[in-house]
Each structure stands twice: as C-alpha cells, then as structure tokens.
C-alpha cells in the first residue's frame, strides 16, 4: 500500500548541492524540510575526484585584481550561457566558499589568512581552490554532518519514480524503495538535487553509485536545456578516476590489445613526436575538445576508435613510449622543462618519473588495488560532466513548473565551457539562492490527497513490469548505456544518432509492454525506465545540436563522413527541450543577457528591506 509523507519542502538528491539546499532552508526559517535521496551516501560529491579537484570562486588573495563583473563575464563567455545565473554564480561565489570554511572544509590558507587560487581551465585569473583529489567529497561530508546535527529528516533509500505535476505546478514526486513499495513524498516546495543523468553512459567515470532524475522531469514536461553540452576525458575503468595531470605528464605509452597481442595503435595514425607532445599536453588539455581535434584531443578520438574496433586499451607506465631517447631530445622545450622542473626527467619508464613527479598518483591505485608497477591500466574516453540539464531562471526555479527548483549538476546553467571549478561553485549558490526564494514566500505543505492518488498510480503503473515474460530491464538498459556511448557522446554521426533516435524511442514507447522485473528489482527497473526516457531526449537533443550547431564543445559532429563546422552564431542562443506527452521538442532561444544590476546603496537597500532581492 502506498503512503504519503508530507512536508513545508523536499529537497531530493544527497550531494553536495541538496545538503546545502537543505541547510539553508532550514537555516532561513523553513524548518519543516526534509531530504529523499536514493542513498545518503551515493552520488558525484561524495564518491568522485581528481588529481587537484578544483572549486572556483573570486580571487581572495594579495593584489590580483577581481571583481564579480570580471568572474560573471567569464562565466558568461564560455557560449550558451545565460547572464543572469552567471552574474549570480560570481556574486554569490564569495558568500557560498566561506559558508565551506565555516562548515570545516579545509581550503587552505596563508599566514595572513589570504586564500591564494591557481589557474583552471578557461580561467583568465587565478580564481580555483583545492583541499586536494576530494574536493567535493569534503564538501559533501561537512554539510552531511551539519544536516545531522540540525535533525533534517532524511528518507533513505527512495529514488524517484515520477514528479507530481498538475496544471505546470510540482506537488512533489513519487518514490520507490528497495523493497518495491511505493510512497509520495508531498511538498509544497521540490528542490531537485538529483546531480547528472551518470547513468546514461556505459563509459563513465561518474560513481556507479550516481543515477540521476533527470529522466522523470523531462517527462514530467519539465523543460530542459543545453543537453547536448558534456564533457568526456580519458578515464581508467576498473577503478574510475580521470587520467590528467600528471598521469600524462610521465608520458605513458598507449596500448591497445586484440587477439591477445598488444602493440602501440597511436602510431597507425601518428608520428612518435606528435605521440610524445600530445600525450604531455593531455596532462592539462584533459577533457576532450572539439577545437583540439588536430591536437591533443586526436589521442580521445583515436582511443574511442580502437575501442570500437574491439580493442581493450590501456594505458603502460612500465615501457618508454617509442621514439622517447634518453636525451629527452624528441619533447618540446615546454615539456621537458615542465618534467624536468618537477624532477621528472629519469628515462627508466613512465612509472619512475611518475614516482618522482607525484607518488600519491601510484598510492591511489594501489589502494584501489591496481599496481600500474606491473599491470596495464584499462582506459577509455569516459562521460564526466552534464553542462545540460533543467532549465531554471535567477533563483535555480524551473522556468515552466511552479514551485520547482533544479539546483547542482541537474541543472543547465553551464554552457559550451566552463572553468574548471564552476560546477562547485553553481551548485553551492544555485542551492543557495533557491532556498532564499522559498524562505521568502509563504511555504505551506502540499494537496496530500492528490499526492498519495499520485502514489498509487505509481504502484500500479510501475507494477506492470512485475511477469514472468519479457525481456529483463537489466539489458535492455546495459545495451542502451552502450549504444549511448558508442554513438552518442564526444564523435557524433547524425546518422547513427538517427538510428539511435528510433531505437530509444520505440523503447521508451513500448517499455511497459516488454520490460520485465522482479519485486526487489523494481527499483532498479524504475531507474532504468527512466534512464531510457532520458536517453531518449538526450540523443533528440544531440541529433538536433549536431544539424544546427556543428562540432562545438566536446563533441564533433559529423554528416556522411565529414566533419560539420561549428556554426558560431549558435553560441548566443540556447537550445532547449521539452517533452510534450508524445514528442521531444527542441527550439532555441536567445540566451538572457547580463543583467546590468542597480548598484546604487540607497535604493537597494529599499528594495532589500521590501523583501523584493528574494523574489
Ligand atoms: C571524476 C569527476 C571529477 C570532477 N571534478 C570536478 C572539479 O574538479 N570541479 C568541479 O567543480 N566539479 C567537478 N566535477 C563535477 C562535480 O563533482 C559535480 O558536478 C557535483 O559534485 C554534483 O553535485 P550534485 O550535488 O549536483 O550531485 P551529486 O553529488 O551527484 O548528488 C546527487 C544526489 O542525488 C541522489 N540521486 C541521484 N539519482 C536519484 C534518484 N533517481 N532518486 C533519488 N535520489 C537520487 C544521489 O544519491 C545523490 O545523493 C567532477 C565530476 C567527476 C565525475
């Protein structure tokens, strides 16, 4: 029998964003708040990283000019990016870093209490911080122990099932636990949490534990936008990790193994210096780039190729790359300075420099038992970033449902290229400023009765799947992973994608005809149903993007064989999506401009004092 719990705000989604959302929620005043997440401790922050994870806010430190414009324009520049939420990630970054400080994230600072930065990836100053490879994992863990101690009521174990929506309003959703029963969760307010759509992709260097619900808000009609921006990178797979920094930077060799004979297949396409130089550059050049393709990115496209072709590749720190002499003369003066300055220039093999240049790297994958002294590390081009998602206006507030906010990864509000960092930061002030518009408006529990109905439609829709016939869930959604990485992430060929189209949709379409479960996999079934819907509008989206934008981002596109341009022009407008109860429909708009915001005290301290800056 289904049930229904109810309260002033849901907050669903445990990472790094929900918990802030939470926090703040119950910290304005609406303390009957609660979290529903699949697993406290699942999901990106808690359970991914990276050599240096970086988290992006205004320079604090010494005489290094900055200024919230100059961060907000930044941000704005990368393309497909709107101004409003720009200007209120810079303006915000400042506020949402020290809350981090205060809640015991350990961002270092200097004797004088300046925070100094490092440059990230499109990143014109010196804006990025570390606590080290966990970032977001120390994040996660300190507003996960301050969620605790205010008594935040946390369902575990409930992944979303549907999103109660009536006449563009959300009333809530729908959930299922591990146990196959059913229960509304009834709010007055929904803040989505739920991170990226992780699953989509069976090459992925996101958690296994991260599924996301952006499935069940696209059909739920929520609309969505940018969803064909990812980011993809080279990946070790057994143990998922992103192979940057210095992982290049000791010039491994690249291998690939078919019918049991392994051999270097970068140099079937090219020479060892190009080898040597682009493989250094991934160091720093880390995801893959449509603008680098005739650079460093070709080691992405020739990986994904060989691993198409059946080949199982992998990275070799026990042999020298060939064409690597022990003068070093074949490197770039760039290069070798670099390993050289690093104490790095020792030509035994790429696991000695790597010991020199950064021994913690080695002590990872031990702890993850892989000795990479003695074994081959499996690799491949792997999704890592959704700057797609829900679209949501300057308050994280879904731009077409009342009453629904979309905070962190599940959001949209990166576009073509973000600075590394960037996805921290929106997470934080996204959370923070949703949380500020509900405080800010009466906020009362839901329609309980529509929601436990909601309920049990729920059980008796997704109960279908419980018969002895059909095809399991479990691989259909294996095989779908698949297709989605082979033809639908960084080499897109529109007619391969078209075929994709079809396939998902028929599967979406006749999922309840043909799907089997059990009981104590329905869950896993809800998921996956939900995974195909948005498999589905992604590969729409995509498909869509690749006719009317071109290669651009991290992704090249092509029609029969050649390489479309990247149509420039597209880069001030958004693409968006939105389900229509039968189609997935793209349009694109203009993106919103920067906001050229009223700075004068007096009257902004009027409207502060009206309660209008919340609203
Ligand atoms: C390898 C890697 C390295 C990265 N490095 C950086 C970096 O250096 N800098 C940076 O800014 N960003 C980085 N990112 C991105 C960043 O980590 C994420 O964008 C961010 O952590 C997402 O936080 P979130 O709270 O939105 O989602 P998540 O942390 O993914 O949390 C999602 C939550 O929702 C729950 N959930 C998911 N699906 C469901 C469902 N169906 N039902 C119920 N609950 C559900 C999960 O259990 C989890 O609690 C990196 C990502 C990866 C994968």
Redesign the pocket.
Known sequence: MAVVYSHAAIV???????LNAALRLYDYGVKDVAI????FL?????N???DK????KLSLQGGRADSVESMAETLFSGGCTDGDNALAEAAGSVQCFFRLVEAGVPFPYNRYGEFPGYKTDHDPRTRATSVGPL??KQM?EALGNLVIEKGIKVYDG???ADLICRDGECHGIT?VNKEGGFAAFSAGNTVM????PAGMYARS??PE?????TGAMIRAGVEMQNLAEWQYGLASTKFRW?LSGTYQQCLPRYVSTRNGVTREFLRDSLSDEKIIEYTFLKGYQWPFDSAKVNGSSLIDVLVHRECEAGGQVALDFTHNPSGLDEAFGILTDEARNYIKNSGGLIFDSPFARLIAMNPKAIELYRSHGIDIANELLDIAVCA??NNGGAAVDVFWKSVNTENLYIV???AGTHGLRRP??????S?QVGSMRAARNIAAKQCFASDEAFCLFSAAEAERKYGVMIQKNGENYAEIDADEARSMSNDASQLRETEKMEELCRKLDGEFKTWFEKVRAERSTLSAAV?AYNMCACRAAYCHAMLNSAKICGSRGGAVCMQNGKETPEITEMRTRIQTLRYDGAEFVTVSRPVRPMPEADGWFERVWAAYSAGECDQ
């Open positions: 669903v989604g445990s990472g790094a964003a929900g529903v997440t699949d697993g699942n999901g990106t922050s808690r991914a990283g990276s994870q970086t988290y992006y970032t977001s996660a409930w992944s979303v959930a949490a739920t991170g990226a260097v996101y534990s991260q599924n996301g619900a992103n890592q970033h962190g990864e599940a590394g960092g960037s996805a921290l930061n997470g998921t």
